[in-house]
């Protein structure tokens, strides 16, 4: 079901659950989850997975013109918190735009520059409408990067009670806040190393998107917003946090296929090292799809900082197996694979 009313300048209250609107620059989605918006994959014994079965994952090469000239500057490459804090400035860039307003802007400098006769500003140009358009459609229409419903789907039937949940590269924090409002009565702890990400990302996160959830009190819906939630965020390189296994929960959004397979058991490690005995360690990473090559192809320049692999959900679930856990629930949400699972 989709809004007829606009709900612009008030918040959302529990009296539109189950509604959606597109707002400027991201669409707010109150709609109720079902179990089918996660696909979960067809069973799969991970312990019987090989290499061979699955294959490797896919790598994105075409890297940045940033990442290209720093590199060309400096004679060496680009070192990797380096790459971050570009990659935050500039992926942070497309959800502060109005893509629509981006793309109207676009196409009138297309038409002045095609009618000076300057053929490469205009052709410029026509690559900015298209990445607009495709922003437009993939996040704001589609939904797909924040992907609340499907998220929830993931994160639905765990057992716990006011959790607190680390966020590690937590970036804009996304996650933790639809986990928050989940499971409420927690804390959730963000961790990223790229201190930008406090201010220009969790910050920037507009303080009115609606968050579907539940009252602790009446165990009914309710709608949350990140400034009713307990949240910090702490700026440290993973490796230098001093967090015992006290997590119910830790979560990674998008951070180990960044990391090449020397490092997976480290990077995996991580999840573990962190949570108490019988948590839950969720983890998604982009898949591999003819739709995500392209949106990588296109978005090089935004995105291509550093090391990336698109992975399909049994490669995914193979990693976790592989460095010691076991996956209790694994499946795809729109753009990402998904998985939950228990350190064996
Ligand atoms: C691909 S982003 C996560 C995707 C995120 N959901 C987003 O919206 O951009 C990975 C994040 O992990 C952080 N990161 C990577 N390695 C880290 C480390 N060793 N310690 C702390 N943060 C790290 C980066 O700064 C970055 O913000």
């Known amino acids: 079901m989709s809004t007829t009313e606009p709900l612009t300048g008030r918040r959302w209250t529990e009296a539109d659950i189950g509604r959606t609107e597109l707002r400027p620059t991201y669409r707010a989605d109150l709609r109720r989850t079902s179990r089918d918006v996660f696909a979960d994959a067809p069973h799969l014994d991970f312990s019987r997975l090989s290499w061979k079965d699955v294959g490797r994952p896919y790598r994105v090469e075409n890297w940045s013109r940033e990442r290209l000239a720093w590199e060309a500057e400096h004679g060496e490459q680009l070192p990797v918190p380096r790459a971050w804090a570009m990659f935050n400035r500039s992926f942070q860039s497309l959800f ?20 000076t006769l300057d053929v490469r500003a205009a052709y410029a140009a026509i690559g900015e409408v298209v990445r607009s358009s495709v922003w437009n ?14 998220k929830r789907s993931l994160f639905a039937g765990l057992d716990l009670v006011r959790p607190r949940v680390l966020f590690l590269g937590a970036a804009d924090g996304y996650e933790a806040m639809l986990l928050s409002a989940m499971y409420p009565g927690g804390e959730a702890v963000l961790v990223d190393y790229d201190e930008y990400c406090v201010e220009g990302r969790f910050g920037a996160f507009p303080v009115e998107y609606p968050f579907l959830g539940v009252d602790p009190a009446t165990g009914h819906e309710k709608v949350w917003y990140r400034d009713q939630m307990n949240i910090s965020y702490v700026v440290s390189d993973i490796r230098d946090l001093d967090f015992g296994p006290e997590f119910d929960v830790v979560v990674s959004i998008g951070l180990v296929e960044h990391f090449p397979d020397e490092y997976k058991p480290l990077a995996f490690d991580w999840h573990r090292r962190f949570l108490r005995p019988g948590g839950y360690a969720v983890l998604t990473t982009p898949r591999v799809a003819a739709r995500t090559k392209a949106f990588y192809l296109l978005f090089g320049d935004l995105m291509n900082f550093s090391y990336r692999e698109l992975q399909n959900v049994a490669q995914l679930g193979l990693y976790a197996h592989e460095n010691g856990f076991e996956v209790l629930r694994h499946g795809v949400i729109k753009s990402h694979n998904g998985i939950v699972c228990r350190s064996r």
């Open 96 to 115: 502060d735009e109005d893509p629509v307003a981006s793309r109207v802007a676009a196409l009138r400098r297309a038409g002045l520059k095609l009618s």
């Open 137 to 150: 459609q993939a996040h704001r229409v589609g939904d797909t990067v924040w992907d609340p419903r499907a």
